[in-house]
């Protein structure tokens, strides 16, 4: 089977920086999405991320604040930007390999606490 | 109302029992339904996925969707203290790969 993974794994940050998230699948996907899970809930959407243009965003969530890249068919990153106490969360990055959008699989997570 | 509906538990069972884990949703849209376990300090595992009413079965688990209710449920037969774990459901609908969770179910299986 793929493997996801995610960098870093953890991280703490201080308030008004910047921390990027990095999401390599060692095969190709046909999409790529970015949940959040903050503590002690259930993950909701943030955006899929689109291959060579911009992400499409749940209500809710803005470029500004969580720009994303996707250059290629394996490989993301999700920012989070000036972080404060309320992004501390787990940042998830889920992936469909080709078969319906039912089979959709998740990253490790990343575990940010901001300070 | 959320869309999706899970009770948090936490529920706590012996070894052996029969766990029944449970959703309810409002948006008759759906058309996908999948349960994920989730270990503590890990991303969601995708258990099963079903896009019909019924049931359908993979080992100890079970999973059955009744539409016309607009309730789903997972069935673990004989529980074990590895099923341990916090179990999520989560729902879609046409192609945008968009998915509603619930907020999940911790299940605790004591020896």
């Known amino acids: 089977s793929a493997v996801i993974s995610q960098k870093p794994s953890r991280d703490i940050c201080q308030r008004g920086t910047s921390l990027t998230i990095q999401c390599q699948v060692d095969?190709?996907?046909?999409?790529m999405f970015w949940y959040r899970q903050q503590p002690g809930q259930s993950l909701t959407l943030i955006a899929t991320?689109?291959?060579?243009?911009?992400?499409?965003?749940e209500s809710g969530f803005v470029i500004d604040k969580f720009p994303i890249s996707r250059p290629n068919l394996t490989f993301s990153t999700l920012t989070v930007s000036n972080l404060s106490p309320e992004d501390s969360s787990i940042y998830l990055c889920?992936?469909?390999f080709g078969g319906g959008q039912e089979t959709q699989y998740f990253g490790p997570g990343t575990r940010l606490l901001v300070l | 109302q959320k869309e999706v509906e899970q009770d948090p538990g936490p529920l706590s069972v012996p070894e052996g029992a029969i766990v029944s884990l449970n959703c309810t949703y409002s948006?008759?849209?759906?058309?996908?339904f999948m349960w994920y376990r989730q270990y503590s300090r890990k991303g969601p595992e995708l258990l099963m996925y079903?896009?019909?009413?019924g049931n359908k079965e993979d080992g100890r688990f079970t999973a059955q969707v009744d539409k016309s209710s607009k309730y789903i449920s997972l069935f673990i037969r004989d529980s074990q203290p590895s099923d341990s774990a916090t179990y999520l459901c989560?729902?879609?609908?046409?192609?945008?790969?968009?998915?509603?969770f619930g907020q999940g179910t911790t299940l605790q299986v004591k020896p």
């Open positions: 889920s992936v469909v």
């Open positions: 095969s190709q996907v046909t999409m």
């Open positions: 991320a689109n291959q060579g243009s911009e992400a499409t965003y």
């Open positions: 948006n008759s849209a759906f058309q996908y």
């Open positions: 079903t896009y019909s009413s």
């Open positions: 989560a729902m879609g609908s046409g192609n945008t790969g968009k998915l509603i």
